[in-house]
């Protein structure tokens, strides 16, 4: 079982960054898949970025560009540096980790752990 702890949010303004990180415990985190997701009210989760265990990655459009995961597996963290902010970028960022083998997805599905979330507010 893993236990997934995201942190880094809050409120900046527009074009500001912030790194969030995702801390796991509990299990092989390092061969895990790693993604983020955000929601914003009303609004379903949507995928932002995934990593696969090797190092492969994949960005949502709206990410490429400026937002980059990352991750240490020596530290079993996991990391979303998100660059020029926008207001849209407002939401709950969720971190996700699951057994993809060699991959990894952007489908919530697939992952089987969840962090508790951490807010992102981009004001004007």
């Known amino acids: 079982q893993v236990q997934l702890v995201e942190s880094g949010g809050g409120l900046v303004q527009a074009g500001d960054s912030l790194r969030l990180s995702c801390a796991a415990s509990?299990?092989?985190?390092?061969?895990?898949?790693m993604g983020w997701f955000r929601q914003a009210p009303g609004k379903e989760r949507e995928f932002v970025a995934a990593i696969s265990w090797t190092g492969g990655t994949s960005h949502s459009d709206s990410a490429k560009g400026r937002f980059t995961i990352s991750r240490d597996n020596a530290k079993n963290t996991g990391f979303l540096q998100m660059n020029r902010l926008k207001i849209e970028d407002t939401a709950t960022y969720y971190c996700?980790?699951?057994?993809?083998?060699?991959?990894?997805?952007?489908?919530?599905?697939?992952?089987?752990?969840w962090g508790q979330g951490t807010q992102v507010t981009v004001s004007s």
């Open positions: 996700a980790a699951g057994n993809l083998g060699a991959g990894w997805s952007r489908s919530a599905y697939d992952y089987s752990y």
């Open positions: 509990g299990g092989t985190f390092s061969s895990y898949a």
